[in-house]
């Protein structure tokens, strides 16, 4: 299973992942901002807490996370499991 190594904010509500199996890249998250949940990170220095948690997850706290698989995929346009 491929699973998420690194993951670091950039400006404007991006981060930047690394994946175990080499994939690296930049995604935009800036859509997501000021909606919802994500209105947390309006919060100064919020959004720069992200962080992988235990399961795998992309995640600035306890009750805002992302999918990391559904991540690679944005970012490669393939699927995380061998066909």
């Given at each position: ?54 399961h ?28």
């Open positions: 299973m491929i699973r998420p190594t690194e993951v670091h904010p950039r400006a404007g509500y991006r981060i930047w992942l690394r994946y175990s199996d080499g994939v690296a890249g930049e995604i935009d998250l800036s859509h997501l901002a000021g909606k919802g949940v994500f209105k947390i990170w309006d919060a100064p220095g919020h959004f720069e807490k992200v962080h992988i948690t235990s795998r997850a992309i995640a600035w706290d306890d009750d805002l996370d992302l999918c990391a698989d559904a991540l690679y995929m944005e970012l490669t346009g393939k699927s995380l499991f061998r066909e």
